[in-house]
Structure formats: C-alpha cells, structure tokens
C-alpha cells in the first residue's frame, strides 16, 4: 500500500530524511567518508527494505525485476513515475506469489551453483549423455525409467559447487554460472544438503592434487635451471680459457705492464689514471684492460675471439670484445689453464647435481604418487551416517523368507529380548545347552504361521552360538508360541536355561 499510494512522497522522504545524515557523517568522518561511498544518501535496495518486510534478498529481487539497480542512489536521481510504477508491479508480483502459496499451490525450487574448476564441461557432458538415453529408450520399463531418472539426477550436480538455494527464481540468480530448477523446493533442499559437503571434499581433494604436482613441477623446474646454470658456467670458463689462448701476447703484456707500475710503488688511483690517458693516447696494451681489482691481484680486460680464419668475416670483425679477468701472479697461459681446470670442475659439478637431483626427483614423484593414490583412494565424499537399527545390539540375521531373527549376546540381553521385543505373534526358539541364548523369531505378518524353513534357520542360528558347536555335539534346538513362554522365565531360569 506504501508503493502504491505513496510511493513518490516515501521515496523522496526517505532519501531526503537520510541526506542530512549522510551529509553530517561525512563532514565529521572527513576523508574516510569521501573514501569509502560513492553516493551521498540512500540506495534503493535500503529503502525498499525499510518499506516491504521481506528482506534485502527480496528487495533486491524488486529492484532488478522491475529493471533498476539495487544501488541505484535516490537523494542524486529520484525515480520517475514509471520507475515506481515497475517497482510496485514488481512487489505485488512477489506478493501474488506468497499468496498463491497460502492457497496450495507447490513452491518450486532453485539451486545456484558455480562450475568447479576443470570439471564443468565433464560434467554436462554426462547431463546431455543421461538426456540422451532418457530420450532413446522411449518404452521403457517403469523400472527402467526410473534408473534413468535416478541417473540423471545424480549426473545433474556434475561439475558444479552449489552456492545457495530459493523456493523462487530470484532476480539475482542470472549471476550465477548455472541455476538447477526442481519442481519442489524439498526436492532443492534434498539436492543441495545432500551434495554440498561432498563437493566441498571433492574441491579440497582437487587442491590437494594440484599442490602435489605443482611441488613436482617445482622440482623439475629447479633442477634444470641448476643444471643449466653449470653448464653456462662451464661454457663461460671455456671461453675465457680460449681468448686468452688466442691473445697470450696481448695478455702477457697487459699483466707486465701493470706489475711494473705496481712495482714502482705508484699509488692505485694514480695508476687507473694512467691508462685511461694511455687509452685515449691509442696505446694498444692501455686499450686492453677495462678494469683494476688490486685489492684481489686481478684485472680484467676485453678480449676478442676473432680467429684466422674470420678475419675476413663482417661478423667477427664487429663482434664486442668479452672480458675476462686474469691473475696478476700467472702467466697468459697459466691463466687459460686456470680457467681450463674451473670449466672440469664445473662440469664434474653438474653431473653430481644431475646425478642428485635426478634421486630427488624420483623420490618425490613416488611421494606424490603416493600422495595422489592416498587422496583417490580414500573417502572424499560424504558418507551418509545411517542410523542403528534397535536390533543391531544383538545378535541378528534376515532369513530366507524375509524374517528378523534375533538373539541375546549374554544373559542380560536374552533377558531384555523377552520382556521388551517378545510380542503376541512371535516365536520363541531355545536349546537346552548351556549357552545357547534366547532367540526370537519377528512375525511380521499375524496373519500367516512363520514358515519351517525360518524355523530351521532360527534354531540353527541358537544351537552355533552355544557350546555343542565346539564340543561337536549333534542336537537341536526346540520353538514354542508367545502364549507357551511364562513371563518369569529370566528370572528364575539360569543363564541360558529357559522352560516354557
């Protein structure tokens, strides 16, 4: 009624009862406030609330049905008379729904849900194959097509994660991946509480796989990227090696030169000074060193890999030069052996680490494998806690010819079945061995005599469980009626001696 007789005045109200309070909170809550809102005042989705007593779902349901957004805010853009003449139609057609539902009719049900990862397509695959068969076997059996059903319903949640369910098609459920529709709401219901924590298992196994192969790609990862990183190493020292081969004068000068200088007593600083103007004088041997590491006797210098017979090549004539860096204490040729011998021990190096992390690798994948058949193997789905039956505490069995058998575990419990489960149409079946316990034989239908072969079965059942079944004793057992057995029979008997 509020929509309908009033709804510009209520909604322009609302919004202007609620400016000054936003505007005050936002002038004393300063910059949080300009942070933390976009709009100044009330959205639609709160008014609606405050106006319909049904929820924010719902309002939010009104809101989109009648084609505007929850957020839409009022105090900035009041709504125009169309606008609120589609959201009261929206309402009243909600309200129409409750009403239909308080005169009998059947509140269908609905299930959001996401696809999960990697399984969406597998499972409408299954969907579309059980629709199919459905489809084909056109006469079949009652039977028959009940399977069908049955299977099309269990291959109707394949691949998804159910997110939440309604007993109507809210508005913002075009959101979600996927919406399963029932025809009842219990159905929904039924269908939700019964998959949700199994689906819930199975994405946590599917987490625990990913981690186990990503840990196994990781490894993978780390022992080529140190294997590769040796092997540069060792083709690095090789080629150091060779330019200094190829440039022993060159070197041998370069490292001559610089002892010289050193042996003067001439200061680093002034030294470094020195070739940078022999450098720029065109002095071939200042030319050749790039840098001084006294403090480590060592120098490094730029060294080309031009060969004899790429004097000619453009290629090689414009190829930069490589630095190397040499020992002020060695020869040229040392040098190079020097770097020779750090190439053998690099590759020695990566064969090792090869050799090791190729153990390791194996290791983990035979953990991963065992984790991995861990997880298929073990339950991951919900297991349905089925609640014991009274009978289960004695001893129990179902005959031949469908009928519940039971007998006592101790005196106790014989005791027990005669006063508590021993009724009218039963019958009573004993041995006279010491041990044989109390066995009651259910009749389920008063109408019909229990057959011989139960009877047979029964006392078969009470004559093992005493002591002729390992004294090797052949006897049998004996039955009587409910009205042939005394009510006083536990308690003057011994412990696995009954009269009738």
Request: aromatic share 6%; net charge negative; proline share 3%.
């Amino acid at each position: 009624d509020q929509l309908q007789d009033g709804d510009d005045a209520d909604l322009t109200t609302s919004a202007t009862a609620a400016t000054p309070a936003a505007a005050a909170g936002g002038e004393g809550g300063g910059k949080k406030s300009k942070k933390g809102s976009k709009h100044c005042g009330p959205v639609l989705k709160t008014i609606i609330s405050d106006l319909v007593p049904y929820g924010p779902a719902v309002a939010e349901h009104c809101c989109l049905l009648a084609g505007l957004q929850p957020q839409h805010p009022i105090a900035e853009q009041p709504l125009t008379a169309q606008q609120v003449g589609d959201l009261y139609a929206a309402v009243q057609q909600f309200e129409g729904w409750l009403a239909s539902l308080d005169q009998g009719a059947v509140a269908e049900g609905y299930i959001a849900a996401q696809a999960a990862a990697g399984a969406k397509q597998q499972g409408k695959q299954k969907t579309e194959q059980s629709k199919a068969a459905a489809d084909q076997d056109v006469t079949a059996t009652n039977g028959q097509q009940q399977q069908q059903r049955e299977s099309e319903q269990k291959g109707r949640g394949a691949g998804l994660v159910y997110q939440d369910y309604n007993p109507l098609h809210m508005a913002q459920l075009r959101k979600a991946a996927e919406v399963l529709k029932f025809d009842t709401f219990d159905e929904a219901l039924d269908e939700f509480y019964s998959k949700i924590q199994g689906q819930r298992v199975e994405l946590a196994k599917l987490d625990a796989e990913r981690a186990a192969l990503s840990r196994l790609d990781k490894i993978r990862s780390d022992q080529g990227a140190r294997a590769t990183a040796l092997e540069r190493q060792a083709a690095d020292s090789e080629l150091r090696a060779t330019l200094i081969e190829y440039n022993l004068e060159a070197v041998d000068a370069a490292i001559d030169a610089v002892n010289a200088a050193i042996a003067t007593g001439m200061d680093w600083h002034d030294l470094e000074a020195l070739i940078k103007e022999e450098r720029r004088a065109g002095n071939p041997v200042a030319g050749s060193i790039h840098s001084l590491q006294l403090d480590q006797n060592k120098i490094t210098l730029l060294l080309s890999n031009m060969l004899d017979e790429e004097e000619d090549d453009e290629a090689a004539l414009t190829r930069p030069a490589t630095k190397v860096q040499v020992d002020l204490s060695l020869t040229a040729y040392s040098n190079a052996a020097a770097h020779h011998v750090s190439r053998k021990k690099q590759l020695s190096k990566q064969e090792k680490t090869v050799a090791a992390h190729a153990e390791a690798l194996k290791a983990a994948e035979k953990k991963a494998e065992k984790q991995l058949a861990n997880l298929r193997n073990n339950a991951t789905t919900a297991q349905v806690v089925r609640k014991v039956a009274w009978f289960e505490r004695f001893h129990w069995f179902i005959s031949s010819e469908n009928y519940l058998v039971i007998s006592g575990r101790d005196a106790q419990q014989n005791e027990l079945i005669v006063k508590r489960y021993f009724r009218k149409d039963d019958i009573y079946v004993h041995a006279e061995l010491h041990g044989a316990s109390s066995t009651i034989v259910r009749n389920h239908d008063p109408t019909r005599p229990v057959p011989p072969l139960t009877l047979q079965q029964a006392g078969c059942a009470c004559v093992c469980r005493s002591r002729a079944w390992d004294s090797k004793v052949v006897t049998s057992a004996w039955w009587v009626h409910h009205s042939q057995v005394s009510c006083c029979m536990c308690r003057n008997a011994k412990a696995g001696h009954h009269s009738p």
